[in-house]
């Protein structure tokens, strides 16, 4: 059974951070790259940032561009979403999901990922 589980969502203040976790299980990883969307109430689901599970190499939505980072421990099939100097506009629920197409590398759509996790809600307060 594919599972996508994140955790560490949170309330925060804005300047703050905070770490997301995605453990994946179920599905071969080093085939699939992992992203983290978000959804604000009212809004698209947006791309965040992704990573390829095989050789590291990551996307970032200029939004996030030098305040998030993504990383992954293959070993424990987590993928991490460090954000940093987070902004009352980065509240939304956040998603993982898992994809085994490599477009995502220019573009993050949410209809090709294949698998998702059931999101973990971010407030940042101002």
């Known amino acids: 059974e594919v599972q996508l589980v994140e955790s560490g969502g949170g309330l925060v203040q804005a300047g703050g951070s905070l770490r997301l976790s995605c453990a994946a299980s179920?599905?071969?990883?080093?085939?699939?790259?992992i992203g983290w969307f978000r959804q604000a109430p009212g809004k698209e689901r947006e791309g965040v940032s992704c990573i390829s599970m095989s050789d590291g190499s990551t996307y970032y939505a200029d939004s996030v561009k030098g305040r998030f980072t993504i990383s992954k421990d293959n070993a424990k099939n987590t993928v991490y979403l460090q954000m940093d100097s987070l902004k009352p506009e980065d509240t939304s629920v956040y998603y993982c999901?898992?994809?085994?197409?490599?477009?995502?590398?220019?573009?993050?759509?949410?209809?090709?990922?294949?698998?998702w996790g059931q999101g973990t809600q971010v407030t940042v307060s101002s």
């Open positions: 179920g599905f071969s990883f080093d085939d699939y790259a």
């Open positions: 999901a898992a994809t085994p197409d490599g477009s995502w590398r220019t573009a993050m759509r949410v209809y090709n990922y294949d698998y």
